[in-house]
């Protein structure tokens, strides 16, 4: 298995020490990251808004988006399965769950999914499921002989752009999230990241 | 502490507005006029540069799921004849367990070739296509994206 080193983007649960004063070069900062969000917002309205989406690409309208973050209770998410039936994440409250945003053409994700067969084999039965939200544009078509190619074991939903929006757009794939019992995120990994800290989260949370 | 709140709030309404944006991996120097006489084969150069930091994968990419650099063209009065990818770089990644993947990476050059109508009057003519490609870096993978490419042929007498 390869290791993965550098886990640049991932959040979880912990304490936080307050805050010390703001510097001037720290207003300046507070100025300047406005500036550019204003800009950056004012830049994509004028430009093209047939171009965006909720996964940052192109084709969809565009969605508004607030922030998810480690703390916060996980979004739900109401979507159809493999075979058409309707999938609710809030039904999976009291269940540890691995939400896992993928796509068939993602290789990084490609290489979590034998992880996550495994998770659910082995702690399926102590209250654990994954739920993968599949982003390919082409849907079931695709999506469905991959998950039977792979033999995925566990719930693959057909992810959309409302979806990535509620959970604060998806910026990049594999985008995984570890919610507990009580249905709150307890962490959030953008990219590839090793299997045990994966698998860490999810035998703490269970 | 005020401040503070200030700044989380802005730098949400960066991510926000990020968001909303489509991110592009690619940039592409509109490519120099060609020119040539009615019924003239011409190619096209069209220089392209894949960010510092990621890759995009090639025409031919070395697994059938993934999804292939190619070019989308406009029908216009010039005729398409073909396009010419760079040749791919062979490079391993985090997530290719070793396996080296055919990408592009930096600066490359995509020609196109094309031909002028023999009937052509003389002036300008353009076409117009989308530079289609789907970026990954060395951990996560962006959802698919196109560039905008135009190209203006020169007819001479």
Redesign the interface.
């Known amino acids: 298995m390869a290791e993965i080193p550098d886990n640049r983007a991932s959040e979880q649960a912990g304490g936080s020490q307050p805050p010390p004063a703001q510097s001037p070069a720290s207003k300046l900062l507070t100025l300047g990251i406005l500036i550019a969000a204003i800009a950056l917002a004012a830049v994509w309205i004028q430009k093209d808004s047939t171009k965006n989406s909720a996964l940052a690409g192109e084709g969809k309208s565009a969605p508004r988006v607030t922030a998810v973050k480690v703390g916060d209770p996980a979004p739900d998410l109401i979507l159809k399965d493999l075979q058409g039936n309707t999938v609710k994440l809030s039904d999976l409250k009291g269940k540890v769950v691995l939400v896992d945003f993928w796509a068939t053409w993602c290789q990084p994700c490609t290489i979590m999914i034998p992880w996550f067969i495994e998770f659910q084999n082995r702690y399926g039965s102590q209250g654990f499921a994954v739920l993968g939200v599949a982003m390919d544009d082409e849907g079931l078509s695709v999506v469905k002989p991959y998950a039977a190619k792979a033999s995925m074991n566990y719930t693959v939903v057909i992810g959309s752009e409302e979806a990535a929006e509620a959970w604060g757009g998806i910026f990049g794939l594999p985008t995984s999230f570890v919610i507990d019992r009580q249905g709150r995120i307890q962490a959030k990994h953008i990219g590839l990241i090793d299997r045990d800290v994966f698998e860490k989260d999810i035998r703490s949370l269970l | ?4 709140r ?2 989380a709030a ?14 592009q991996y690619v940039e592409l120097t509109p490519p120099d006029p060609a020119s040539g006489r009615p019924g003239e084969k011409v190619e096209v150069s069209i220089p392209f540069k894949v960010l510092a930091g990621y890759h995009i994968n090639s025409n031919k990419p070395t ?1 059938d ?3 292939a650099t190619r070019m989308e063209w406009v029908k216009s009065p010039l005729q398409h004849l073909g396009d010419t990818f760079p040749a791919a770089q062979m490079k391993a990644f ?5 396996k080296k ?1 055919a990408v592009y990476e930096g600066s490359q050059i995509l020609k196109t070739r094309l031909a002028i109508p023999a009937n052509a009057a003389p002036g300008k003519l353009t076409m117009e296509g989308k530079f289609r490609y ?1 970026a ?11 560039v905008d490419v135009k190209v203006t042929v020169e007819v001479r007498k």
Request: hydrophobic share 50%.
């Open positions: 502490m005020k401040g503070r200030l700044q802005a730098l949400v309404l960066l991510l926000a507005a990020t968001a909303w944006a489509a991110r697994f799921y993934m999804i985090g997530f290719s367990s070793g993947l789907q990954c870096d060395h951990q996560a993978c962006y959802p698919p994206n196109s």
